[in-house]
């Protein structure tokens, strides 16, 4: 057996050649057939003793084609692991014609895509922005309004009132459709809301959106649905078709409450609810600017790490890789998104390795527990441990372990953003949580 590897001149593509002779497969192919011929169950011969002749002839060509195959298979594996190639996705066989009635030596070749060295930045030459989140009196406002709302008590009155929620179909003025689904909170109306009082399912009212809204995009988009660019560029007339009122009953803020929005006893009185409230809203905005920052991290890496892909062969390979799944075609028009995905599969790889990260089994059941008490917002007891425990362990080997996995991937994601962070500047901007919220409405 023979193995060259030719890279071409960017260095990036490579065609692994394997010759193989006589000699390398005809043992073991001699063998298999005399054991089949020992197994085989062929009329008019007794158990034992079929002519390896006759053997060769039934099925020799397909033991010959199952030992090349495997031949190939494990020596490209062997040469790529002794090598130390890096290489993308999997070797693409080139195609060739194979006559294996009468060869009797073979060449095979393979297309490979060679993984490139590349450095990252230097420690803090890259920087990034993080809002630094400050709750405002309107924000913490519109939480405890949240709050009466879903645990008060609902009803549909026939005919609204002012404050009331408006369930119907929206859309602009003029345009052909039913529209789409909303729910209105008149509360949140800075103009027109007198439109919506004394009406009832059937009606239609016409009203300005940009104006009821005061201009403000991010409650443009929560009530509509509508994209970042198209909230913004909202004008005219648009009609709500009225199909039902929704009143809420608000909650009242007592221990009841309180159980139901923390859990049992976690709070016991007013203050203490304020408190928990101010800091749970705090904690979602910290996580929710902490996220923006890592996009910028991952963003910034990308623009300050060089690194030349084989360009041609990750078309090939994503080709074949998703045969029937995707065309030529939709590759090229997305393909600035492919790289960029492998690109930072290659940073992020990079700092695994450089930093040795590593996740433990106990982190992903930690894990996983945590979002499940989180999911039923219940607070860890030394009763619940071992059940909760027991759930989590399920779900983990559930779609043949693909869960694990994620849990896996996601830790280690958040180790690898977690050390780069520390190789950032980062910049804290202090801003107030509703211009967060419209900052960041798309």
């Known amino acids: 057996m023979d193995i060259t590897l030719d890279k071409k001149d960017d260095q990036l593509h490579a065609i692994l050649t394997v010759n193989l002779t006589e000699a390398d497969y005809a043992p073991t192919v001699e063998s298999k057939l005399k054991e089949y011929s020992k197994k085989a169950q062929i009329k008019g011969f007794r158990p034992g003793k079929v002519p390896v002749g006759l053997v060769r002839k039934m099925y020799g060509k397909g033991i010959l084609v199952e030992e090349i195959n495997g031949l190939l298979s494990k020596s490209v594996d062997e040469y790529i692991k002794e090598n130390n190639l890096k290489i993308l996705g999997e070797p693409l066989p080139v195609p060739t014609d194979i006559d294996f009635d009468n060869q009797k030596d073979y060449s095979f070749q393979f297309e490979l895509g060679l993984l490139p060295e590349f450095e990252l930045p230097a420690d803090q030459v890259v920087s990034v922005d993080r ?162 920052v890592n996009r910028q991290i991952i963003d910034k890496m990308l623009e300050n790490t060089t690194i030349e892909l084989p360009t041609e062969f990750f078309k090939k390979w994503l080709l074949r890789a998703n045969e029937g799944k995707l065309t030529a075609e939709q590759i090229e028009e997305h393909f600035e998104d492919y790289a960029k995905e492998l690109k930072w599969s290659l940073i992020r790889n990079k700092v695994v390795e450089a930093q040795e990260l590593k996740v433990s089994n106990e982190e992903i059941v930690d894990r996983t527990v945590q979002k499940i008490l989180g999911q039923f917002n219940m607070e860890m007891t030394p009763e619940l441990e071992e059940s909760v425990r027991g759930f989590a362990d399920n779900f983990l080997r559930q779609e043949n372990g693909k869960n694990y996995v994620d849990e896996y991937e996601a830790i280690l994601a958040e180790k690898v953003l977690e050390n780069l962070r520390g190789k950032v500047v980062v910049n804290d901007n202090p801003i107030t949580a509703e211009d967060f919220r419209n900052q960041n409405a798309g």
């Open 131 to 292: 809002h630094k989140v400050e709750l405002d009196e309107n924000t913490l406002k519109e939480t405890y309004e949240q709050l009466e709302r879903q645990f008060g008590e609902t009803s549909e009155p026939e005919v609204s009132e002012a404050n009331d929620f408006i369930y119907g179909k929206l859309k602009k003025a003029g345009e052909e459709g039913e529209g789409r689904v909303v729910l209105l909170p008149t509360n949140k109306l800075k103009a027109d809301a007198d439109k919506f009082v004394g009406v009832k399912g059937g009606d239609e009212v016409a009203f300005d959106l940009k104006n009821a809204f005061g201009g403000d995009v991010a409650a443009i988009r929560g009530f509509s649905g509508l994209s970042k660019e198209e909230a913004e560029g909202v004008e005219g007339e648009y009609t709500l078709a009225v199909e039902k009122v929704q009143r809420s009953a608000p909650a009242e803020f007592n221990q009841e409450l309180f159980d139901k929005v923390f859990g049992k006893d976690i709070v016991t009185s007013k203050e203490d609810f304020d408190e928990k409230v101010r800091s749970t809203v705090q904690e979602n905005y910290d996580r929710e600017s902490d996220n923006l």
